[in-house]
């Protein structure tokens, strides 16, 4: 997954974020996230929190994103790799 890293840079940097934002702003984006709880310890953290929120990836972005990140699950959603849990 570490080969994925400079895409995720370069996608943040051409749009003006940090990979830190994308993180949130992708946690967001997706349905299944009920909400995200960030720690902060400065009030630096919390503009860059606040500017991750006003980050709405577009349907393209997603698409993108997608396209970068490794395949994480089989057809049925069930986790694959070295990962997986054994039953």
């Known amino acids: 997954n ?3 890293l ?3 840079e370069d996608f943040c940097a051409e ?6 934002e994308l993180a949130l702003a992708w946690l967001l984006a997706n349905p299944v996230v009920g ?9 630096e953290q919390v503009a860059m929190n606040a500017k991750a929120a006003d980050w709405i990836l ?3 972005e997603k698409k993108q994103l997608d ?6 699950g089989d ?4 986790a694959v790799g070295a990962r997986a849990a054994t039953a």
Do not use: Y
């Not at 396209?67 to 994480?72: G, H, N, Q, T, V």
């Open 15 to 20: 749009r003006g974020h940090t990979m830190a």
């Open 75 to 78: 057809d049925e959603g069930q």
């Open 67 to 72: 396209d970068l990140a490794p395949r994480l």
């Open 6 to 8: 400079p895409h995720l």
């Open 58 to 60: 577009s349907a393209d």
């Open 35 to 43: 909400s995200v709880i960030t720690g902060v310890s400065n009030p």
């Open 2 to 4: 570490w080969e994925i």
